[in-house]
């Protein structure tokens, strides 16, 4: 391994992301581990220079304190306890060390390396995914996205063509979408990638659903029957790559912390289809995994491009999806992008996207009375996605692109800014 590694295990604190974070901001490669973990894990972990027990708020678990084995006390590792009481490390402290307390730590006392780099961390996994993979086959579900695009790259990079990713188009990506997806990994990182147009199927599902969450969970558990059919025409396959990252392992509940919410990365498949996962990403924030994809040679439009919702366009097209308004959206919402590149506002704003209500209003065109569909604009800022504010839009570029998409897209008669903060209103509209 190339990195000197600190570990912080988790004893029911709720920031020991921002130690990680420090950690790492200095340079040492850093990993959270559960309270629980057992020396033999701990020393498969390799190049490990130092501990940090983090305890706080969540350390009574059950009605119990948590604490680690106690062999591990005397593995000979340099150790720093953070609110947790034991007379066994080198330093106890009663709160989060400043950054002096936790620099002295980490290279006087453990005499870490600051050799955590992107090239490093890559050559590590790179590695460490062999080593699990050995000669054997892992199948990965490519949406995209940036976090399934950072890990197929990744799996490439290890082991080529014993990776098998499969893309399924469910007909609401946006324009051009799966073909970006097929042109990166097919033609330029030669993946082995099985291309599955399921349009129509999803078409077909959702027809006359009107309700969000029904349409979400329609989409949801189809994407996985087809995503399930394509593993079952396929021999010898073992694993499944994920793209699972930091937060999601957070927001999914760690021993000592409640769940926020569920994640639809794991699981899902039946029973029978068991694999072992390979997760060369899960212990990185969404930047380093965007710097990873770049130091990986992913393009920027691909590492750097917005949230988009795994149900896509479908939760943007309102109430029950018809064509002729999901090829409203999907071209709308082409334009919007386009436009805001053009007045450098992609990189700036957080989320920017069109929606088409299922409601026509009246107008007028070539002289003659209209009935046609509306665009909403949407534009927001965010830090978490939790709460937002709007994007104020220079007025010059919102008549451009209104322009645009009441020429250039069939059946819309109006164009709409949408000015509500988050909340009280959602990011998405449904
Ligand atoms: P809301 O609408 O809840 O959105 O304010 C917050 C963020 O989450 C995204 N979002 C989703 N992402 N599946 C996803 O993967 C979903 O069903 C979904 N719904 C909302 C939304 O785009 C925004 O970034």
Redesign the pocket.
Same mark, same amino acid.
């Given at each position: 391994m190339k990195q000197d590694m600190i570990v912080i295990l988790d004893l029911g604190s709720s920031r020991n992301t921002d130690i990680a974070r420090q950690i790492r901001d200095m340079g040492v490669y850093s990993e959270i581990h559960p309270h629980d973990i057992t020396i033999e894990e701990l020393k498969k972990l390799e190049n490990v220079k130092g501990i940090v027990l983090n305890g706080g708020e969540n350390r009574v678990v059950d009605g119990a304190a948590v604490d680690i084995d106690p062999a591990l006390y005397g593995c000979g590792y340099p150790m720093m306890a953070v609110d947790h009481p034991t007379a066994k490390c080198e330093r106890i402290l009663k709160e989060l060390p400043d950054e002096s307390a936790l620099r002295a730590f980490v290279f006087d006392v453990c005499k870490a390396q600051a050799n955590w780099n992107m090239k490093n961390f890559i050559a590590d996994q790179v590695e460490l995914i062999r080593r699990q993979v050995g000669d054997r086959k892992v199948l990965l579900a490519l949406s995209g996205g940036v976090d399934s695009s950072v890990v197929a790259a990744m799996l490439i990079k290890a082991i080529g063509k014993q990776l098998v990713c499969v893309h399924v188009n469910h007909g609401l990506m946006r324009k051009n979408e799966s073909e970006s997806v097929i042109q990166v990994f097919k033609d330029q990182l030669h993946a082995n990638l099985i291309y599955v147009d399921a349009a129509e199927r999803f078409l077909g599902k959702l027809e006359g659903v009107a309700d969000p969450e029904e349409k979400?969970k329609i989409i949801g558990s189809e994407f996985i029957r087809v995503f399930e059919e394509e593993a079952r025409k396929l021999e010898g396959i073992d694993f499944l790559g994920q793209g699972t990252i930091y937060p999601d392992i957070i927001e999914s509940g760690t021993k000592t912390a409640k769940m926020v919410k569920s994640h639809?990365n794991v699981g899902g498949l039946p029973e029978d289809l068991k694999f072992e996962l390979v997760e060369p990403l899960k212990q990185l924030f969404k930047d380093e995994v965007r710097a990873c994809g770049v130091e990986l040679g992913l393009p920027e439009g691909m590492v750097y491009r917005q949230? *988009?919702?795994?149900?896509g366009l479908g939760?943007r097209c309102l109430g029950a999806i018809t064509r002729d308004r999901l090829e409203a959206v999907r071209e709308s919402d082409a334009i919007l992008r386009e436009e805001f590149a053009r007045a450098g506002l992609d990189k700036k704003v957080w989320?920017y996207f069109t929606v088409v209500p299922d409601f026509k209003s009246v107008g007028v065109k070539d002289n003659a009375r209209c009935f046609d569909y509306m665009v909403i604009i949407r534009a927001i800022n965010?830090v978490d996605?939790m709460s937002?504010s709007v994007e104020r839009v220079d007025w010059d570029v919102l008549g451009r692109i209104t322009d645009r998409i009441l020429s250039e897209v069939g059946n819309v008669n109006r164009v709409c800014f949408d000015m509500s903060p988050?909340p009280p209103a959602?990011?998405? *509209?449904e």
């Amino acid at each position: 391994m190339k990195q000197d590694m600190i570990v912080i295990l988790d004893l029911g604190s709720s920031r020991n992301t921002d130690i990680a974070r420090q950690i790492r901001d200095m340079g040492v490669y850093s990993e959270i581990h559960p309270h629980d973990i057992t020396i033999e894990e701990l020393k498969k972990l390799e190049n490990v220079k130092g501990i940090v027990l983090n305890g706080g708020e969540n350390r009574v678990v059950d009605g119990a304190a948590v604490d680690i084995d106690p062999a591990l006390y005397g593995c000979g590792y340099p150790m720093m306890a953070v609110d947790h009481p034991t007379a066994k490390c080198e330093r106890i402290l009663k709160e989060l060390p400043d950054e002096s307390a936790l620099r002295a730590f980490v290279f006087d006392v453990c005499k870490a390396q600051a050799n955590w780099n992107m090239k490093n961390f890559i050559a590590d996994q790179v590695e460490l995914i062999r080593r699990q993979v050995g000669d054997r086959k892992v199948l990965l579900a490519l949406s995209g996205g940036v976090d399934s695009s950072v890990v197929a790259a990744m799996l490439i990079k290890a082991i080529g063509k014993q990776l098998v990713c499969v893309h399924v188009n469910h007909g609401l990506m946006r324009k051009n979408e799966s073909e970006s997806v097929i042109q990166v990994f097919k033609d330029q990182l030669h993946a082995n990638l099985i291309y599955v147009d399921a349009a129509e199927r999803f078409l077909g599902k959702l027809e006359g659903v009107a309700d969000p969450e029904e349409k979400r969970k329609i989409i949801g558990s189809e994407f996985i029957r087809v995503f399930e059919e394509e593993a079952r025409k396929l021999e010898g396959i073992d694993f499944l790559g994920q793209g699972t990252i930091y937060p999601d392992i957070i927001e999914s509940g760690t021993k000592t912390a409640k769940m926020v919410k569920s994640h639809h990365n794991v699981g899902g498949l039946p029973e029978d289809l068991k694999f072992e996962l390979v997760e060369p990403l899960k212990q990185l924030f969404k930047d380093e995994v965007r710097a990873c994809g770049v130091e990986l040679g992913l393009p920027e439009g691909m590492v750097y491009r917005q949230p *988009f919702p795994g149900p896509g366009l479908g939760v943007r097209c309102l109430g029950a999806i018809t064509r002729d308004r999901l090829e409203a959206v999907r071209e709308s919402d082409a334009i919007l992008r386009e436009e805001f590149a053009r007045a450098g506002l992609d990189k700036k704003v957080w989320q920017y996207f069109t929606v088409v209500p299922d409601f026509k209003s009246v107008g007028v065109k070539d002289n003659a009375r209209c009935f046609d569909y509306m665009v909403i604009i949407r534009a927001i800022n965010t830090v978490d996605a939790m709460s937002a504010s709007v994007e104020r839009v220079d007025w010059d570029v919102l008549g451009r692109i209104t322009d645009r998409i009441l020429s250039e897209v069939g059946n819309v008669n109006r164009v709409c800014f949408d000015m509500s903060p988050k909340p009280p209103a959602t990011i998405e *509209f449904e």
